[in-house]
């Protein structure tokens, strides 16, 4: 199994800011990395896919970075709607697909 | 624009099998390339993925449930199913079905199942 492991588990950060979020695979999973974000009492939503590639209506503020191993979340510039739990995934390995543990990203 | 609508129990007696049941709408479920999956979220806790299944019938399931765990779909229903087999309260959680080409862009809401007696 692959192990996803993300840091920091919780991240303080000003609006206007730029918050980085990072999650690194227990072995190569290529460019097959997803990051969502997570809102209280939401579902997930996909925000990058291909570990760079924006999601359909994502805005340009979020990017993904990295493959193999290390990847990166950033979002350039916080709006309030941004304070949220973001988790990666791999799909490199399907058996099992496994998610990262979650980053909060709270209001500093 | 695909939308899905999972239902089933929210409360599940231990040892009995828990079923929900997840309708896509707004486009076919024989669609080229997806996978319809169902993921779940213990309360307070992160997201495990616990199996997925393609419109042909072919099935991925996490060796974790592996034994547990039953995924079917009808196609004629547009729908695909999740049957997990004696649940203990391990198992409450919030169950995501979700669809997509290998990651997930399409959710449902979600079915809080709590499994007491």
Not at chain 2, 22 to 39: E, F, L, M
């Amino acid at each position: 199994e692959i192990v996803m492991t993300q840091s920091p588990a919780t991240l303080s950060v000003s609006p206007g800011e730029r918050a980085t979020l990072s999650c690194r695979a227990s072995q190569s999973v290529s460019s097959n990395l997803a990051w969502y974000q997570q809102k209280p009492g939401q579902a997930p939503r996909l925000l990058i896919y291909g570990a760079s590639t924006r999601a359909t209506g994502i805005p340009a503020r979020f990017s993904g970075t990295g493959s193999g191993t290390e990847f990166t979340l950033t979002i350039s510039s916080l709006q309030s709607e941004d304070f949220a739990v973001y988790y990666c995934q791999q799909y490199n390995n399907w058996l099992p697909i496994t998610f990262g543990q979650g980053t909060r990203l709270e209001i500093k | 624009q695909l939308q899905l609508q999972d239902s089933g129990p929210g409360l599940v007696k231990p040892s009995e099998t828990l079923s929900l049941t997840c309708t896509v709408s707004g486009g076919s479920i024989s669609r080229t390339s997806y996978y319809w999956g169902w993921i779940r979220q213990p309360p307070g806790k992160g997201l495990e993925w616990i199996g997925s299944i393609y419109y042909s019938g072919t099935t991925y399931y996490n060796p974790s449930l592996k034994s547990r765990i039953t995924i079917s779909v009808d196609t004629s229903k547009n729908q695909f199913s999740l049957k997990l087999s004696s649940v203990t309260a391990a198992d409450t959680a919030v169950y995501y079905c979700a669809g997509g080409p290998n990651f997930f862009d399409y959710w449902g809401q979600g079915t809080l199942v709590t499994v007491s007696s």
